[in-house]
């Protein structure tokens, strides 16, 4: 599984969610606290909206903890909404390509997770993303499929309801999965103004996902009231900063308000 962190409201640098916080990203992919996976070192990714249409977009194979670029552009990037991923690989191979965030055109998508079977089941899901997308495919994973799919399914247009027809098609497919081999998602969204984050496991034990106001050691105007972090795990100790979300909810985020509704039944 994987770990990652989703940031919007004042601008501010990177490094102050990178390396600034107590149980930073960078801290979880050395010692994650609330996954089976405790390390996560097989690359990273981080994302960023400015004044371009599209995402910037940095990934890399080295561990997040090991890589001094990540570490001085962090210093650098500033930005008012960022997306950043640290992966620990669940079949697929290490590779710049395997790494997350995924874009296209405007819209940035994370993922930690799985789709059981997913090398039996690869080629039939691959199968239902439209040719036009289908040519962003560029690495192997479940998640850039996954992705793929729900653009297929009209993500830009309803990222809602096109989750909720990826989820039912992929699981149709699955059908029954064995003990021990699960789907379970926990990803995000976002078009570069709101984020959309998603919660599902087919055995109600989805990676953990929790929203809050940590510190972001901004130099002014910050806001303790605005929610501005969605994240697989809390950056502090402070339980009031910090709600979890539960199984089969989509977190919608805008302008530092949190709305949930439900995604999936059973």
């Known amino acids: 599984m994987c770990r990652w962190m989703a940031y919007a409201g004042q601008s501010i640098y990177l490094e102050n969610l990178l390396f600034q916080q107590k149980n930073s990203l960078i801290s979880q992919s050395l010692k994650a606290t609330k996954s089976a996976f405790v390390t996560n070192g097989d690359g990273f990714g981080v994302a960023w909206y400015g004044k371009r249409d599209k995402p910037g977009l940095f990934k890399d194979v080295l561990p997040a903890w090991n890589d001094e670029n990540l570490r001085e552009i962090s210093k650098h990037i500033e930005s008012s909404l960022f997306f950043a991923h640290v992966r620990a690989a669940t079949g697929t191979s290490v590779s710049r390509m395997n790494c997350h965030p995924y874009t296209y055109q405007n819209w940035s998508f994370m ?11 690869r080629r039939e899901i691959e199968s239902l993303i439209s040719n036009d997308l289908y040519a962003y495919r560029y690495g192997t994973t479940d998640s850039e499929a996954l992705f793929l799919l729900a653009l297929t399914m009209g993500l830009m247009t309803d990222p809602v309801q096109a989750m909720r027809d990826t989820i039912h098609c992929i699981m149709r497919i699955i059908g029954k999965s064995p003990e021990g081999d699960q789907t379970r998602i926990s990803a995000a969204l976002s078009d570069g103004q709101s984020i959309w984050a998603y919660r599902y496991s087919s055995d109600h034990q989805s990676p953990s996902l929790f929203y809050g106001s940590p510190d972001i050691h901004a130099t002014s105007g910050y806001d303790k009231n605005m929610i501005n972090t969605i994240a697989s795990e809390p950056f ?24 949930l509704f439900h995604l999936v039944d059973d």
């Open 236 to 259: 502090d100790d402070d339980e009031a900063h910090w709600t979890a979300v539960d199984e089969s909810k989509v977190l919608y985020w805008s302008q530092g308000q949190v709305q």
């Open 111 to 121: 993922h930690n997770g799985h789709i059981a079977n997913w090398d039996i089941h």
